[in-house]
């Protein structure tokens, strides 16, 4: 797990939030696949958004676009299409590019790759050769104790913990030069749209996320929210706004699946943000929508998942770790929000031939999901009880709870849905101020 915080007292914004319209909203189109316009004209038709906030953008067919197309074919002049007007969310239709490649490697780049490369391996085998001998040591202390002897072992240890700190410096250049884990979900890339000149390397703290103290925004380029109205079929796609429009006029029903592991959360010695951390936030949503939302609370806290068709009348569900492995164990209410904890559940939205949750979830039902379009680590996901509980309030829209729960952009999570969708206008569960940082007792903000 990758500590990119620090435990120390944390700010709240008490800023009245203004509510979104349909005016807040601007789409965007692939002029290259029909289908794409089709759904965005659906959406203004349904949410009153002027299709004047439609941008046709010449994108390739394909769910990957090179970062080389990215800024030339995208933000270039999306950036041009919105610079006089008040773009609070950015929605991408059927047919947009779901992942943003990597950032190329200039010849300069390379020809200092190419000095590193000697040198890293030079220290790769010699801390090779330093693990081969002191697992012989340890191996053989009882039988051969000069072989196994305590003191040359310490020595052998103490030379391969210098060694593996030696080669750190020389990977984490050779990283940066390589531009490596650079690629993200476009969406989560467009939420730095106003930004210039960020780093590619991994990830960008949200400035939206809900801890972030507001001193910390100021001076500052604008976020946007980023949504995705997209799905295995354009009928699937339409179906989103549909569903939500019509679960709004009541309210969302049915019942609550949380399908946790067991895994015990230590805040003396975890910062919450691995298995654990996450695994607690779990719970704490199951505990927060069974006793302050009075809903249907069914929580399974061992490892073994819910079974096929298990679920019935879901109208929330959380789970992991099915990695890439649908398992068909909701039976969805209109309106169902739907999430599945793993790393490779939005990969594709739209491939017939895979088990990966996100797209598995929307053909069978699920009105909003979201997931990760390559390996996020535990710490790119929203908590549970904290993008849940924004929901849960009935203050936020499917974009607002997303937005201000998720820590990272330029990153690897998309959230696909409606934007506007309030599933809980009408029937709020709880109050804002229940809403904490989760696992509770924990209280983070960015370095």
């Known amino acids: 797990m990758i500590r990119i915080f620090s435990l120390i007292s944390c700010f709240f914004l008490t800023t009245p939030v203004q509510a979104l319209e349909g005016k807040d909203v601007f789409l965007l189109v692939n002029k290259n696949v029909p289908a794409s316009k089709e759904v965005a004209l659906h959406y ?5 958004v002027p299709v004047d906030q439609i941008i046709t953008l010449d994108l390739p067919k394909t769910e990957d676009i090179s970062r080389k197309e990215y800024n030339e074919k995208l933000v270039t002049p999306l950036r041009e299409a919105l610079k006089d007007k008040r773009a609070k969310v950015l929605l991408s239709c059927y047919g947009v590019p779901l992942r943003v490649g990597g950032q190329d490697t200039t010849d300069e ?13 030079q220290l ?7 693990q ?8 053989y202390r009882k039988t051969w104790p000069h072989i196994g002897d305590p003191k040359e072992t310490a020595a052998k240890k103490e ?7 030696e080669l750190r410096g020389p990977n984490q250049q050779r990283a940066a030069l390589s531009h490596a884990e650079s690629q993200a979900c476009v969406d989560s890339e ?6 210039d000149d960020y780093a590619l390397r991994r990830w960008q703290v949200n400035l939206l996320y809900f801890q972030i103290p507001e001193e910390s925004r100021k001076g500052k380029k604008p976020m946007v929210m980023t949504c995705r109205l997209d799905g295995p079929t354009p009928e699937i796609a339409k179906g989103l706004v549909d569903q939500a429009m019509e679960v709004e006029k009541k309210g969302l029903e049915g019942k609550v699946y949380v399908d946790a592991r067991g895994i015990r959360f ?3 010695n975890e910062d919450g943000f691995g298995y654990g951390g996450y695994d607690e936030s779990m719970r704490e949503m199951a505990a927060m929508f069974e006793k302050e939302g009075k809903m249907t609370v069914v929580l399974d806290d061992k490892g073994e998942l819910f079974k096929p068709g298990e679920c019935t009348d879901c109208a929330l569900y959380c789970g992991w770790y099915s990695h890439a492995n649908f398992i068909d164990c909701c039976r969805f209410t209109p309106g169902a929000i739907a999430w599945h904890l793993a790393s490779s559940e939005a990969v594709s939205l739209r491939r017939s031939d895979v088990k990966f949750w996100c797209k598995n979830l929307l053909e069978k039902g699920a009105a909003a999901t979201l997931g990760p379009v390559a390996e996020p680590y535990t710490i790119g996901f929203p908590k549970p009880a904290e993008f849940f509980g924004f929901l849960g309030t009935g203050t936020y829209t499917l974009v607002e709870a997303y937005s201000r729960s998720l820590m990272l952009c330029s990153w690897m999570g998309v959230l696909v849905g409606d934007p506007l969708y309030n599933p809980f206008a009408k029937n709020p569960r709880f109050k804002e101020e229940l809403v904490v940082p989760s696992p509770k007792g924990t209280k983070f903000v960015f370095n």
Do not use: F, H, S, Y
């Open 159 to 165: 030379d391969l913990g210098k060694k593996q700190q």
């Open 44 to 48: 203004c038709q349904k949410r009153g």
């Open 124 to 130: 790769q085998a010699e801390i090779a050769t330093l």
């Open 266 to 268: 230590n805040p003396k």
């Open 109 to 121: 780049e390379k020809a200092e790759i190419k000095k590193l490369d000697p040198l890293i391996k």
């Open 132 to 139: 081969a001998e002191i697992a012989v040591r340890e191996r």
């Open 190 to 195: 467009l939420m730095l749209l106003w930004w």
